[in-house]
């Protein structure tokens, strides 16, 4: 399922519209994603607490955002692009791959709360793709 | 039997009770139909399916969209027992309609967003487990009379 110049040029819209509030964006993701599945707060064992809208979280959101900020501008060879992170997250992290689709699960829904109409299903559907191949990318170096 | 809190009893009745089910769930399911197109593979008789526009616009679709949101109602009224209060209907989707059970969760996903986009900063990190977890159960029920 690799991304068309159609989905490449949706992506860059979209995150021309909400890349001035990925912050918040950030934040959002993550403090939902600890809220609707517990299991992924293990992640975050060293930290003091780890709750909603913390300085931690806000701080790791902001990474989070620019890790996506990066793979849009590697949206034509994400693999090549997110090497670096996928060596991150495969040798130092060891985040379980299947946390990704969980974490790119509550991008969507916080993109879709704080911009209903530009999150069409066009967007989506572009989107969608887009995160998954981050995903994958991330996935790389794992194995 | 599952367990539900009164936060999510009341989360989950309060979002059916507001929700407008001839919007929510054509736009559901057109967005299902447009972010998984796979799952067109249902819906042969509908017709025009060839691009969103299309799919959005078709009244096959919106009709039957509306008539899922009536389905899930069923399970609202019924959230000590959504099991077997679906018995019949996933008899109905294993047996008839031959549906993949995996696409439920796809559906399920996209239920998800168009309420999101419908409530705002309402849809919170909680409002959000409890939605989640009810649609949750819809499609395990749905899968169980798979064999």
Known sequence: M??????KAAVRALWSTISK?????????????????PQTKIYFSHWP???????????????VMGGIELAVSKIDDLKTGLFE??????FKLRVDPGNFKILNHCILVVIATMFPKEFTPEAHVSLDKFLSGVALALAERYR | MVEWTDFERDTIQDIFS??????????????????????????GGFGNLYNAAAIKGNPMVSKHGTTIMHGLDRAVKNLDDIENTYTELSVLHSEKL?????????????????????????????VQAAFQKF???????????YH
């Open chain 2, 98 to 126: 031959h549906v993949d059970p995996d696409n439920f969760k796809l559906l399920a996903d996209c239920v998800t967003i168009v309420v999101a986009a419908q409530l705002g900063k309402e849809f919170t990190g909680e």
């Open chain 1, 85 to 90: 992170l996928s060596e991150q997250h495969a």
């Open chain 2, 135 to 145: 649609l949750a159960v819809v499609v395990s029920s749905l899968g169980r009379q």
């Open chain 1, 21 to 37: 509030s990925s912050d918040a964006i950030g934040n959002d993701a993550l403090s939902r994603m600890i809220v609707v599945y």
């Open chain 2, 18 to 43: 507001r929700m407008e089910y001839d919007v929510v769930g054509p736009a559901a399911l057109a967005r299902c139909l447009v972010v998984y197109p796979w799952t067109q593979r249902y819906f």
């Open chain 1, 49 to 63: 607490e780890v709750i909603p809208g913390s300085i931690h979280i806000k701080e790791h959101g902001k990474k």
């Open chain 1, 2 to 7: 690799s991304l068309s110049d159609k989905d």
